[in-house]
């Protein structure tokens, strides 16, 4: 009886390490993602004065 209940602890516990580490993945991946395309859209601005004057 406790080794079916280690075993199902076991499970649980790499079962939680799998999804905590496909969690860090897709974090890692999404800020990779957003940092390329600030550079993107920062390059696309003009860099000096703007044409539009709102008064």
Not at 5 to 12: D, R, T, Y
């Amino acid at each position: 009886m406790k080794t079916k209940f280690a075993a199902s602890v076991l499970s649980a516990l790499l079962y939680a390490q799998g999804l905590l580490g496909f969690a860090a993945l897709a974090s890692v991946l999404l800020k990779d993602r957003a940092q390329a395309n600030e550079l993107v859209m920062s390059n696309d601005m003009p860099s000096g004065p703007s044409l539009l004057v709102v008064r």
